[in-house]
């Protein structure tokens, strides 16, 4: 039987870093392409129980259960969307009064800019102006962007279910190709890791649903205590957008602040907003996120910020949403691979009290 070739640490590092920076440039290069397969496989593993039992308990065929499957999940996505936009067609209807709350909402801010800070208003004026031309030159080249981002996300709306579906169907498929990549004798620590995996997505995803459901009751809560008109859909919007790390939360802010714009321009709902939103982030970061999202996916913030940054630069906001899930089954192969398991220790959030070296004494021989 072949010994396995023992590497020393120097030749180890090296290896492992430029495997990890192939991966990266193979993403980066290819991001179009495989950042659909990685939400559908996301989307596939969250079904994955249901598909079970459908096809199992129920004995529906295979194809007849990735099906079900995929248009419950479509059915339920769809009818989120259907009532954002009655909702924000209702809103539409009060087009008129926004304008008029807006006119006097900047009127005052440049009231209070003139008082404190001595510019005239028509300086402010000629600013914007200035601003706006900038605008419409770059204008051509914004609107091309606008129009292939839109023809990128309907392309992929069509092609996610479509790949949930094959993921479904060709589980077990897959899984057999897995088993003959691998080793016989490492089969147990591949059913090991591949059922981590199942569980660590299936808690994240849920996690996230339950996440965005406490911030839209809570976020609705104080909007309708402090009377902002529709704020069912202002609520549900801020939760939905919360997933998209860092920016979602300042995108929510942004639409609920113009939309308040229907009821009053009073600066007192502005402030309140602002306050809610608030109290409502300093709730999701120091409970929800500990509670929910981190205990299951046990990543710590470090790797969990500079993940998202990286996925972010990479791949835009589906790649700051696939980070954590991506982080958390590279931390699940580190924490089963031998050689590895450093760096899934380095990517945990345990915290070691206090650290105490133990260095044996050289035996001095007299």
Partial sequence: ???????????????????LL???????????????????????????????LLNTKFKFPRYLAA???????????????????????????????IKK????????????????????????????????????????????????????LLLDCTIIPIYTFLFLLYKDHFILFLAKLIDRDNHSVLKDILTQIKVSINNYIVSLILEMIVVSVLTSLGLWIIGVKYFILLGLITGLLNLIPYIGITAAGIITILASLTGSAETSIILGILIVNL???????????PLIINSKVEINA?????????????????????????LAILKIIFDRIESLEPWGYLMGNHMPKRFIWRIKKAKIEN
């Fill in 1 to 19: 039987m072949t010994e396995p070739v023992q590497l020393p640490f120097y030749a180890k590092l090296p290896l492992i870093l430029v495997s």
């Fill in 22 to 52: 192939s991966f990266a440039f193979i993403f980066c290069i290819g991001k179009d392409v495989i950042t659909p397969v990685l939400m559908a496989f996301l989307f596939a593993v969250l079904l994955l129980p249901v598909f079970t």
């Fill in 67 to 97: 099906l079900l499957c995929v248009l419950l999940f479509a059915l339920f996505v769809a009818g989120i969307f259907i009532f954002i936009s009655y909702e924000v067609t209702d809103m539409a209807n009060d087009f008129e009064t």
């Fill in 101 to 152: 709350n807006a006119s006097a909402f900047i009127t005052d801010i440049h009231k209070f800019i003139k008082d404190n800070f001595n510019v005239s208003i028509g300086e402010q004026k000629k600013y914007i102006t200035n601003v706006t031309k900038d605008s419409v030159a770059n204008g051509n080249a914004t609107l091309g962007s606008a129009i292939i981002s839109l023809s990128d």
């Fill in 279 to 289: 109290i409502v982030q300093l709730i999701d970061n120091n409970v929800l996120v």
């Fill in 302 to 326: 470090f790797v969990s910020i500079m993940g998202i940054i990286v996925g972010g630069a990479a791949a835009g906001i589906s790649g700051m949403f696939l980070a954590i899930p991506l």
